[in-house]
């Protein structure tokens, strides 16, 4: 079956053909980054590293592009969203997006997610946001006011297509903020001139000034993918007026269609709202990953299909970490079988398990070819965990030859597609933690037995601790451990 996609822009489920054969042009919307990132950017993120990830997998060569908002982000009080935070931290723009770019890439790597090819930033990308600018003014599609430019809505018929929107809410009470030189309420700024005390500012046609924010995703998604690309991604709570506004640019500007595919991710939200700064309903990704391993955040996430919301609470988070759980048991499982394996196996077990392991593996890519469906490849992996449990706690011996398959189906499946089976399990952070006092407890225990004299119990403990891959070493400064 050919992977299936629902398109925004068609308001359909249909098939995915890339515009090159096998090579897959995309573009994803990127953070503003003047904060550190929180849940609802993980559900974004995670969702395109996940649809990444399986593109990849079923052979395709994907370029993948996503910017880093670094200028023109504008608060509803028209003012920068970067230069507030720089004022506030008496620090250099530059220096807040550097930070906050830092951050973010940190968060994205300790949750596995795979970086764009390319992460351009707009402030690295004002000579062809001025191009694109003065070929839509030249085109009759933009107009020079006294405060910048603007984009003539009513010259692109075609606006409103992805969103079935024109107007932005709230648009004429707000409209002396965002533009005073506007024609039309529904017109939008493409170069806003700046004042003196603005610090972010560059020469342009029309006098100093900064770009206006939905500009830079056409102009980058252009520059790196061409006029016409393949899927365009992002937040659902972006469709308006930004990803509207980007298609009316670039296609007025290129005269070509823009993005084929538009696939657009649901929010997370906290009872029924939408996880957002401007509400402080907001979990940080660095006190999360404090409290949850990234395969557990990453599961928990993949739950829900990724168009669909997802409610937040520690309650789902928690339950999230009991069906991973549950499914690690059973690659544990094998795993452990591995590192002790039975000689005289009949070689049955191969034969009838090898087919089932290959049938659940067909399941699994049949449901992320419906349109990404990770809860079914999901539920497809817990029903694999169900058959393995009851086949190695079944009395007949397992060789190694079907260990090895299951613990490979798990890791190119759970691992390499969804990122939520570990390669060894990490002994990082909290667990690391965990695990260390667990055994510095059983150290005393044992050093207690021989104390005691009871050098049977003593031994007894070293060597299970031994049979869990945990090595105790006594040394004349006392006993430490390592893990194998
Ligand atoms: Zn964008």
New binding site residues.
């Given amino acids: 079956m050919a992977l299936r996609v629902f398109n925004v822009l068609k308001r359909e489920k249909v098939d995915f053909v890339p515009i090159t054969p096998g090579k897959i042009n995309m573009y994803v919307?990127g953070p503003t980054v003047y904060d550190n990132s929180h849940l609802g950017h993980a559900k974004t993120y995670l969702s395109f590293d996940m649809v990444v990830r399986y593109l990849r997998y079923r052979g395709n060569d994907v370029l993948y592009v996503q910017?880093l908002t670094d200028v023109g982000h504008l608060l509803d009080t028209g003012e920068d969203r970067i230069l507030k935070k720089a004022r506030q931290a008496s620090a250099l723009p530059m220096q807040v997006v550097e930070t906050y770019a830092r951050s973010y890439f940190e968060d994205m790597d300790a949750l596995g997610v795979t970086r764009p090819d390319i992460s351009p930033r707009a402030s690295g990308h004002i000579p062809e946001q001025i191009a694109m600018v003065e070929t839509l003014i030249h085109k009759g599609h933009a107009y020079v006011a006294d405060d910048g430019v603007y984009f003539d809505v009513g010259s692109y018929p075609e606006y409103g297509k992805l969103s079935n929107r024109r107007v932005e809410e709230g648009e004429a009470g707000s409209r002396a903020l965002k533009g005073k030189g506007k024609r039309s309420a529904e017109d939008f700024a493409l170069w806003i001139l700046a004042t003196e005390e603005h610090i972010l500012q560059w020469d342009s046609p029309w006098g100093r000034g900064y770009p206006g924010w939905?500009i830079?995703?056409s102009a980058m998604a252009g520059k790196y993918l061409g006029a016409t690309f393949d899927l365009h991604g992002?937040g659902i709570d972006?469709i308006f007026p930004?990803?509207e506004c980007?298609i009316a640019q670039s296609e007025a500007a290129n005269d070509a269609p823009f993005a084929n595919y538009w696939l657009l991710v649901g929010s997370l939200t906290v009872d029924g709202q939408k996880m957002s700064k401007s509400l402080g309903n907001f979990v940080t990704l660095k006190d999360a990953l404090k409290r949850h391993r990234p395969e557990v955040i990453r599961y928990f996430i993949y739950q829900s299909h990724y168009s669909n919301p997802i409610d937040y609470s520690d309650g789902a988070l928690e339950a999230a970490g009991s069906g991973w759980e549950r499914m690690m048991t059973a690659v544990r499982f094998a795993r452990d079988k591995l590192r002790h394996p039975v000689a005289g196996v009949s070689p049955d077990a191969a034969s009838i398990f090898l087919p089932v392991l290959e049938d659940y593996k067909a399941k699994f890519i049949e449901a992320m070819d419906d349109d990404f469906n990770a809860p079914n490849a999901i539920a497809i992996l817990q029903s694999l965990t169900t058959e393995v449990n009851k086949l190695l706690n079944s009395a007949q011996p397992v060789g190694v030859e079907v260990l090895k398959a299951i613990n490979d189906h798990y890791l190119e499946l759970g691992g390499k597609v969804l990122g939520i089976v570990p390669e060894a399990e990490s002994t990082s952070g909290a667990d690391a933690a965990r695990l260390e006092g667990v055994v510095r407890m059983l150290i005393e225990m044992r050093a207690q037995a021989r104390k005691e004299k009871q050098f049977a119990r003593a031994d007894q403990i070293r060597d299970q601790l031994k049979d869990l891959g945990i090595v105790l070493e006594d040394r004349a400064d006392g006993t430490f451990f390592r893990v194998e």
């Fill in positions: 919307c910017n939905h830079e995703c992002g972006n930004h990803n980007e």
